[in-house]
Antibody, heavy 119, light 106 residues
Framework: QLQLVQSGPELKKPGSSVRVSCRAS???????VSWVRQAPGQGLQWMGR????????VYAQEFQGRVTITADRAATIAYMDLKGLGFEDTAVYFC?????????????WGQGTLVSVSS | DIQMTQSPSTLSASVGDRVTITCRAS??????LAWYQQKPGKAPKLLIY???ILDNGVPSRFGGFGSGTEFTLTISSLQPDDFATYYC?????????FGQGTKVQI
């Protein structure tokens, strides 16, 4: 059964960058992989998605130029790179994917990765 | 980007109540609408996709309706396990905005 396993927590300085990985365990990504973040006590914020088999990406306007989502063509691992970190980027970052081809909603989620930005 | 307006932000209800949450899109999204349930400290769980299709294993007391710009999530008879926060998400081919969330509390 496909599961998503994310990398561990990160502590970063303001102005630096972070990379969070998301590995497909027990299979490969069927279609789209999305990245979603949640600041403490706040709602869900969609950041962007990639379709690894096509190599196509879409980003939320508020993250354009600051986030890069990549994946290997074997569709086994995806990455989210966020640069220019500020205190407001402190959040839990989730990867999410669909187990069905052609769908861009997400029926499986990673466990989340806490990224803390502190001086 | 498409904006999603979800209401109410908080909903107080009792076990057995019928509850409805509304989500409005700033432009037509067809049926590219999903509903998620999230409990504290956990990842969201998909309940409904394509506006009205229940994901595998989701109880039939959950129902989704709508298309275009107006959507609803209804829980026909609230159960203790249903007290959580619910989010709508539009996932058209070029974006994926979430609503602000609805906390269903006792």
């Amino acid at each position: 059964q496909l599961q998503l396993v994310q990398s561990g927590p990160e502590l970063k300085k303001p102005g630096s960058s972070v990379r969070v990985s998301c590995r497909a365990s027990g299979g490969t990504f069927r279609y789209a992989v999305s990245w979603v973040r949640q600041a403490p006590g706040q709602g869900l914020q969609w950041m962007g998605r990639i379709i690894p088999l096509l190599g196509t990406t879409v980003y939320a306007q508020e993250f354009q130029g600051r986030v890069t989502i990549t994946a290997d063509r074997a569709a086994t691992i995806a990455y989210m790179d966020l640069k220019g970190l500020g205190f407001e980027d402190t959040a839990v970052y989730f990867c999410a994917a669909s187990t069905a081809t052609g769908r861009t909603d997400a029926d499986i989620w990673g466990q989340g990765t806490l990224v803390s930005v502190s001086s | 980007d498409i904006q999603m307006t979800q209401s109410p932000s908080t909903l107080s209800a009792s076990v057995g109540d019928r509850v409805t949450i509304t989500c409005r899109a700033s432009q037509s999204i067809g049926s590219y609408l999903a509903w998620y349930q999230q409990k504290p400290g956990k990842a969201p769980k998909l309940l409904i996709y394509k506006a009205s299709i229940l994901d595998n294993g989701v109880p039939s007391r959950f129902g989704g309706f709508g298309s275009g710009t107006e959507f609803t999530l209804t829980i026909s008879s609230l159960q203790p396990d249903d007290f959580a926060t619910y989010y709508c998400q539009q996932y058209d081919p070029n974006s994926g905005t979430f609503g602000q969330g609805t906390k269903v509390q006792i």
